[in-house]
T-cell receptor, first 114, second 113 residues
Framework: DQQVKQNSPSLSVQEGRISILNCDYT??????FLWYKKYPAEGPTFLIS?????DKNEDGRFTVFLNKSAKHLSLHIVPSQPGDSAVYFC?????????????FGTGTLLAVQP | NAGVTQTPKFRILKIGQSMTLQCAQD?????MYWYRQDPGMGLKLIYY???????DKGEVPNGYNVSRSTTEDFPLRLELAAPSQTSVYFC????????????FGEGSWLTVV
């Protein structure tokens, strides 16, 4: 049962345009969402997060939107740059407990074409 | 500041062999994790620890063991390697709480033949 789904395995975008990466979740207990970026042969690195009390969080070129009713979040990258080419993982965490245990999606490979 | 350090980076094991993946962090984080990533899949949590002496199972613990004798170290033990354990393993650490960033190591590529 895949609780966090990234239905697009890959996305190709021209440099300077907007990249939109999508993520859907099924568990209504999730209340914190994160995006991680991963380059080949490296570990994932944190990119941006959003709490369920918000519907938007912005950090420079990166904006995450959360639609709780649709159980959907998206990551917007504007403008896209070749260095943004990487695999992007969506992750979610449920409330409760003393630990943060993330459920990851399968990732979307973003290719930004110069 | 090295962050999260994993060793070895690459290893080939024969079926039935045992090995330990080492993980150390220098950020004084209480929380540490082991994930595995199979091709085309997301990261799956194997085990985690909320502090020295405390460990708990994640989504996919079978075939693995962990220990946490110090805050810094969180080794992952494979007792009887199986081909299904061929994967990339990531150690990670974080402070306490949902809003603390999880920092990952660079990964350990393990092949069981």
């Amino acid at each position: 049962d895949q609780q966090v789904k990234q239905n697009s395995p890959s996305l190709s975008v021209q440099e300077g345009r907007i990249s939109i990466l999508n993520c859907d979740y099924t568990n209504s207990m999730f209340d914190y969402f994160l995006w991680y970026k991963k380059y080949p042969a490296e570990g994932p690195t944190f990119l941006i997060s959003i709490s369920s009390i918000k519907d938007k969080n912005e950090d420079g070129r990166f904006t995450v939107f959360l639609n709780k009713s649709a159980k959907h979040l998206s990551l917007h990258i504007v403008p896209s740059q070749p260095g943004d080419s990487a695999v992007y993982f969506c992750a979610a965490s449920a409330k409760g407990g003393a630990t943060n245990k993330l459920i990851f999606g399968t990732g979307t490979l973003l290719a930004v074409q110069p | 500041n090295a962050g999260v350090t994993q060793t070895p980076k690459f290893r080939i094991l024969k079926i039935g062999q045992s090995m330990t993946l080492q993980c150390a962090q220098d950020m004084n984080h209480n929380y540490m994790y082991w994930y595995r990533q199979d091709p085309g899949m997301g990261l799956k949590l194997i085990y985690y620890s909320v502090g020295a002496g405390i460990t708990d199972k994640g989504e996919v613990p079978n075939g693995y063991n962990v220990s946490r004798s110090t805050t810094e170290d969180f080794p992952l033990r494979l007792e009887l390697a199986a081909p299904s354990q061929t994967s990339v393993y990531f150690c990670a650490s974080s402070g306490q709480g949902l809003e603390n960033t999880i920092y990952f190591g660079e990964g350990s590529w393990l092949t069981v033949v």
